[in-house]
């Protein structure tokens, strides 16, 4: 796998902050404008069907993404029957974050999202053996991503 070495150009993917806020919204399928738009829907709670986009854009299995957000697959079901067709503000959060994250990870591949897939999903070394997404069900591990992230983009070996 080859890693960007040097800090990104004003033509990388995630160069231009509107693409990558176009990107998130993407992921999430949901339309935000901004990041105070994005705040303003986290504390309403995001509609579950960002479950299933954050799935198929992250290349992550629903139960996975479950399990980082800290939803049951009986709640969610719950949830979808009852007609309260929205995560929490909490739940919310950790889906923003996976996509932030995720958006960060097809930066790093140059814009290929097949092999930001791999990464994110694949256990490494460098997380002890365990793959990104597993580390972002908390902010310190979303921290640790970021921070892998920005040594992978700057050449530092890990």
């Known amino acids: 796998m080859s890693h960007r070495a040097n800090t990104q150009s004003k033509n990388a993917p995630g160069s231009d902050p509107q693409n990558r806020s176009d990107m998130i919204s993407h992921y999430l399928g949901i339309k935000l404008t901004s990041c105070s738009d994005a705040v303003k829907k986290i504390h309403e709670g995001f509609p579950v069907s960002v479950i299933d986009k954050l799935s198929e854009a992250t290349g ?23 007609g309260n067709k929205r995560l929490t503000p909490h739940e919310s959060d950790r889906a923003w974050r996976i996509a932030v994250a995720f958006q960060r990870t097809v930066d790093l591949f140059d814009g290929n999202a097949e092999t930001a897939r791999r990464w994110f999903n694949t256990p490494g070394m460098a997380l002890g053996g365990n793959s ?16 892998l992230i920005g040594r992978l983009e700057h050449g530092v070996i890990v």
């Open 60 to 82: 992550t299995s629903r139960s996975q993404l479950l399990c980082v957000l800290a939803l049951s697959p009986a709640t969610l079901s719950r949830r979808r029957k009852a």
């Open 132 to 147: 990104p997404i597993e580390y972002l069900d908390t902010e310190a591990g979303a921290t640790e991503i970021h921070d």
